[in-house]
């Protein structure tokens, strides 16, 4: 089983600033079968990016993923109010799938 | 619009039964697999597994296997979770997600609340 590690914990940022989050996986994950959500208190996640770097439908151009292997980049270009949020990376593709901890950005 | 609707909350008691629903609309609910993922109180995500919409074959994730049971009704477009023998730390809220491919999961129910308390 893959284990995926996110940093930082916790990312204290004020809006229009620029969010980077890290997703750090313990063995190469092949194909680029990593994703990211968002979930906003109260609420079910939501699917942000999937293929390491392809944004799902409907998501703003100000989110991007980025990275291959082990290491993976989640940014956010300018925070809006509506980010502040738990980010999780999540492998898939298999019946092994993990999710990493999570990443809360919350407001400076 | 496509959507995914969750029975409501759950208070059971320790050694019990419960059976959580996910109602899609919206889509062919047979063209996407449905996913399982368990978040307990204050906690992170856990991918239970999935259920294939088609052949109605369920696949574990480690962890789940035993007391966990994904079934489907077809005719109503609806999946299903059980969870038997229920202890207090499958307090948790459990997410069905549509699988968009490969266990992407595009589409989230609101969630079911399960609490196992005496």
């Known amino acids: 089983e893959i284990v995926l590690t996110q940093s930082p914990g916790t990312l204290s940022l004020s809006p229009g600033e620029r969010a980077t989050l890290s997703c750090r996986a313990s063995?190469?994950?092949?194909?680029?079968?990593l994703a990211w959500y968002h979930q906003k208190p109260g609420q079910a996640p939501s699917l942000l990016i999937y293929?390491?770097?392809n944004r799902a439908t409907g998501i703003p151009d100000r989110f991007s993923g980025s990275g291959s292997g082990t290491d993976f980049t989640l940014t956010i270009s300018r925070l809006e109010p509506e980010d502040f949020a738990v980010y999780f990376c999540h492998h898939y593709g298999s019946s092994l799938g993990t999710f990493g901890q999570g990443t809360k950005v919350e407001i400076k | 619009q496509v959507q995914l609707v969750q029975s409501g909350s759950e208070l059971k008691k320790p050694g019990a039964s419960v059976k959580v629903s996910c109602k899609a609309s919206?889509?062919?609910?047979?063209?996407?697999?449905m996913n399982w993922v368990r978040q307990a109180p204050g906690q992170g995500l856990e991918w239970m597994g999935w259920i294939n919409t088609n052949t109605g074959n369920p696949t574990y994730a480690q962890g789940f296997t035993g007391r966990f049971v994904f079934s489907l009704d077809t005719s109503v477009s609806t999946a299903y979770l059980q969870i038997s023998s229920l202890k207090a730390e499958d307090t948790a809220v459990y997410y069905c997600?549509?699988?968009?491919?490969?266990?992407?999961?595009?589409?989230w129910g609101q969630g079911s609340t399960v609490t196992v308390s005496s």
């Open positions: 063995q190469s994950i092949s194909n680029s079968y």
């Open positions: 919206g889509y062919s609910f047979t063209d996407y697999a």
């Open positions: 293929g390491a770097s």
């Open positions: 997600a549509r699988d968009w491919g490969k266990h992407v999961m595009d589409v």
